[in-house]
């Protein structure tokens, strides 16, 4: 049998001692010294997508504000989770940012179990744009209003379905949601993004789709799509002439998709408000806003306390949503 002495004592606390305290170094360096090294930005969903789109141009303003680069790192899988959660697992000394969008807030409504707690796990640090959805339909469509899409959509059997981005995307919630609010049945076809769905609809394959404004905004002005109606609460800056759901008889409806960074949950205060300072640096700059609103965008700059209480309550309400329809992912 194996017999510990007094040297092996002595051993296991001096590498204890050591590792402890090159851990506690990492986590603990100075604010005022921060950032000394890159910073990673983790992006939850594939290269080319928005947020990925959105998290390179953020990422190359990071020399200019916190002087140092940002790397995008992307880590995709379970709707999110996956890059979520490594993140999550990282140490919480600033230099693991996720950047994610309202999918983030719909996962544990349609996910049985989640890998981590997404109210306490992930700290959200600034919402840095939003961005609605549009309703669209081909050129050559039958319905030429919302009005008329939703008539022929209210028998329980129709011709009427939309495309979506996907299962449990904020474009399938949207299409739920006016489900629920109009009393119509359209079915739902999700896609593997939205890329495939508008596609489909440009086609004719489907009668309509939910899209983000940024990846229809270009058929649309050509011509090539109609948009019927857009999301979020207020009009899109980008279709300024398109009017949104609850204008035309559904008040209080509205789907926005906001894109952000979090942090490790134990994010101490006093560094979480230097990123969002430094990160101000980045979204007042005129030459960023003007890129954000030409992708069809809507600049934000919400802070820690008041970013937090958005997503909070979109994971509430997303839940009660899910929850209506009966939607699992997994």
């Not at 916190?66 to 996956?82: D, I, L, Y």
């Not at 940012?97 to 544990?108: D, G, R, T």
Request: aromatic residues 8%; hydrophobic residues 45%; glycine residues 6%.
């Amino acid at each position: 049998m194996f017999k510990f002495n007094r040297l092996h004592v002595l051993v296991g606390i001096t590498f204890w001692i050591l590792t402890t305290s090159t851990s506690w170094a990492q986590v603990s360096e100075p604010i005022q010294n921060f950032p000394s090294k890159p910073i990673s930005i983790v992006v939850n969903f594939p290269v080319g997508g928005g947020t990925d789109i959105l998290a390179r141009t953020v990422a190359n303003y990071f020399p200019l504000a916190f002087g140092q680069p940002a790397v995008v790192e992307n880590r995709v899988g379970a709707s999110g989770n996956v890059g979520a959660k490594i993140v999550v697992d990282k140490a919480p000394d600033g230099y693991s940012l996720l950047m994610v969008n309202s999918s983030y807030a719909i996962n544990p409504g349609v996910f049985s179990s989640m890998p981590f707690d997404p109210k306490k796990d992930l700290t959200p640090i600034i919402n840095i744009a939003w961005i609605p959805s549009v309703i669209v339909v081909p050129a050559n469509s039958p319905y030429k209003s919302l009005s008329a899409l939703i008539i022929a959509a209210k028998p329980t059997t129709n011709l009427v379905s939309f495309g979506s981005c996907g299962n449990g995307t904020p474009q399938h919630l949207a299409g739920a949601r006016l489900n629920i609010v109009a009393k119509t049945n359209i079915t739902h076809i999700p896609y593997s993004g939205c890329g495939p769905a508008l596609r489909d609809v440009l086609g004719s394959q489907i009668p309509m789709a939910i899209i983000t404004a940024s990846s229809a905004a270009p058929l649309i002005k050509s011509g090539k799509l109609v948009a019927l109606a857009i999301t979020s609460a207020e009009r899109s800056a980008e279709l300024p002439n398109v009017p949104t759901v609850a204008e035309q008889g559904f008040p209080g409806y509205q789907i926005n998709q906001w894109h952000g960074l979090f942090v490790p949950g134990n994010t101490s205060p006093a560094l979480q408000a230097k990123i969002y300072a430094q990160m101000m640096k980045i979204v007042q700059n005129p030459e960023f806003m003007e890129k954000l609103q030409s992708m069809g965008y809507t600049p934000a700059h919400d802070d820690p306390t008041a970013f937090k209480k958005i997503v909070d309550e979109d994971i509430d309400r997303f839940s009660a949503i899910t929850k209506s329809i009966n939607l699992k992912v997994d």
